[in-house]
Nanobody, 130 residues
Framework: VQLVESGGGSVQTGDSLRLSCAASGDTPTTPNSYCMGWFRQAPGKEREWVAATTSTGDINYGDSARGRFTLSRDVDKKILYLEMSDLKPDDTAMYYC??????????????????????RGRGTQVTVSS
């Protein structure tokens, strides 16, 4: 499985961005067999889990994302989106897309704040200036 993120950039406080994660290769096709999500990491900071979804569409958000970010997906195109609005300088980070071959793992990692995934993209940089 390959995951390729795109959509990052440099924006001002209050702006919006939409990140995309395109999955290709030997992607899972069985419903409820995997999960996907986003995490972010800024230089010198801990990894922070942003949002996660099961393959059946159950979505959970991290505290930093709730209310400002929206996770969605195009199942046919195998693309995961992260719509980010009202961006703040604290949102500056590299954003990574992940996929795990267990439908509940991503939400579990989101809840406890740590864990690894089967597949991860190379990331897309988001920089928010004040």
């Amino acid at each position: 499985v390959q995951l390729v993120e795109s959509g990052g950039g440099s924006v001002q406080t209050g702006d919006s961005l939409r990140l995309s994660c395109a999955a290709s290769g030997d992607t899972p096709t069985t419903p409820n067999s995997y999960c996907m999500g986003w995490f972010r990491q800024a230089p010198g900071k801990e990894r922070e889990w942003v949002a996660a979804t099961t393959s059946t569409g159950d979505i959970n958000y991290g505290d930093s994302a709730r209310g400002r970010f929206t996770l969605s997906r195009d199942v046919d195109k195998k693309i995961l989106y992260l719509e980010m609005s009202d961006l703040k300088p604290d949102d500056t980070a590299m954003y990574y897309c992940v996929l795990h071959l267990n439908p509940y793992h991503c939400v579990h990692v989101l809840a406890i704040g740590r864990g690894e995934f089967d597949f991860r993209g190379r990331g897309t940089q988001v920089t928010v200036s004040s």
